[in-house]
């Protein structure tokens, strides 16, 4: 793992969720429901908004996610998604090379913002996204929507211009 690249990844990914932090109470108050922690339930939206970050410092990155189970009461189906110590909690998260990327790791107790090996044994890649199209499309088209606030934020004021980093 190049520590360069861990720490402009970590960097980058504390901008994105420190511009997410505002965000959230948004999409919860549309959702109409308000968790102890406010990235619960966000990670989808939140690790497409990182990977735009990240491409927009050409660094390629893709989405990533498990599920252990479809539904609460459902039996797990696999090892998916992040381990939380106890059990396998449905995730999405970011892969850049042999890196993970979370900014919402912390609604199962983890650190705010993880840049981690992709062998990390927390997280388990399950077989695609397991959301409806139509849930997809909400997701990305919320995405899209955060760029132009992202670009005009002090979060991304405060980064480096964007520079290629070798793998």
């Not at 901008?15 to 959230?24: C, G």
């Not at 497409?48 to 498990?66: C, N, R, Y």
């Not at 919320?142 to 793998?167: M, N």
Request: aromatic residues 8%.
């Amino acid at each position: 793992m190049n520590d360069g690249r861990r720490q402009r990844l970590h960097e980058i990914a504390t901008a994105a969720r420190s511009f997410l932090e505002a965000i959230w109470p948004e999409w919860h108050a549309a959702w109409g429901e308000t968790p102890m922690v406010m990235s619960r339930g966000t990670c989808g939206r939140s690790s497409l908004f990182l990977i735009g970050i990240l491409q927009e410092h050409g660094l390629p990155a893709h989405w990533v996610s498990g599920t252990p189970r479809l539904g609460d009461d459902e039996p797990e189906v696999g090892p998916h998604g992040f381990f939380d110590g106890r059990q396998w909690q449905a995730h999405a998260w970011v892969r850049q090379h042999d890196m993970i990327i979370d900014v919402t790791a912390d609604q199962f107790g983890a650190a705010p913002v993880l840049v981690v090996a992709a062998t990390d044994r927390r997280y388990a890649e399950g077989c695609g996204d397991t959301a409806l199209p139509e849930f997809a499309a909400v997701r990305q088209k919320a995405v899209v929507a955060l760029l132009p606030r992202w670009h005009a934020s002090p979060q991304r004021a405060i980064l480096p211009a964007a520079r290629a980093l070798s793998c």
